[in-house]
């Protein structure tokens, strides 16, 4: 079945820009008709939806996130990524990478990676 | 942006009791074209991802046991576990997805009394 993992740097120096990939294994980013998401959770505390991306390279982005937020997609690798860029301790969380149904356009997210922990921190 | 809220914070139910969380959006999450409410639940155990429960307010995900359901519509959700078993202690989140920007309830931390 359909695995996600995220990969990318623990920790980022405030203003820096932090950069995540997911690879998806088990299955191919391109069939379906699925939306591939980030989400990210403080410690502690709730989940926040960042944004989403499909394989046509079409994105939406939280609006509060949108200013700094670039997603993108290499299908050849089967990979998505995040990047964030003027990072500060606000943004220290677990970021997961999801998966959402494409059909009506907008999905629950029925897979999700295990997660990565991202600290901002000089 | 729709804002989901949550009740209680945290519950406390003995075994085999029925524990029920509540939802409320701040706008309908049905849409009337397919007469779908777009509301799902989550489970989230501590150092997991969440794990996707309940969509469609109501439809259960393969494997889930069906001592899990949902129920409501509009702006007023329910999940409810039946019969609470010791592997269901986790947070609980509802979550819309009418439309960016998504948003997620404030959770709900379901132990054993």
């Known amino acids: 079945q359909v695995q996600l993992q995220e990969s990318g740097p623990g920790l980022v120096k405030p203003s820096q820009t932090l950069s995540l990939t997911c690879t998806v294994s088990g299955g191919s980013l391109n069939s379906g008709g699925y939306y591939w998401t980030w989400i990210r959770q403080p410690a502690g505390k709730g989940l926040e939806w960042i944004g989403r991306i499909y394989t046509s390279g079409t994105t939406n982005y939280s609006p509060s996130l949108k200013s700094r937020v670039t997603m993108s997609v290499d299908t050849s690798k089967n990979q998505f990524s995040l990047r964030l860029t003027s990072v500060t301790a606000a943004d220290t969380a677990v970021y997961y990478c999801?998966?959402?149904?494409?059909?009506?356009?907008?999905?629950?997210?029925?897979?999700w990676g295990q997660g990565t922990m991202v600290t901002v921190s000089s | 942006d729709i804002v989901m809220t949550q009740s209680p914070d945290s519950l406390a139910v003995s075994l085999g009791e029925r524990a029920t969380i509540y939802c409320k959006s701040s706008?309908?999450?049905?849409?009337?074209?397919?007469?779908?409410?777009?509301l799902a639940w989550y489970q989230q155990k501590p150092g997991q991802p969440p794990k996707l429960l309940i969509s469609w307010a109501s439809t259960r995900e393969s494997g889930v046991p069906d001592r899990f359901s949902g129920s409501g519509s509009g702006t007023d959700f329910s999940l409810t576990i039946s019969s609470l078993q010791a592997e269901d202690v986790a947070d609980y989140y509802c979550?819309?997805?009418?439309?960016?920007?998504?948003?997620f309830g404030g959770g709900t931390k379901v132990e054993i009394k």
């Open positions: 999801a998966r959402a149904d494409g059909d009506y356009p907008w999905g629950a997210f029925d897979i």
């Open positions: 979550q819309h997805y009418y439309g960016p920007p998504l948003t």
């Open positions: 706008q309908s999450l049905l849409y009337r074209s397919n007469n779908k409410n777009y």
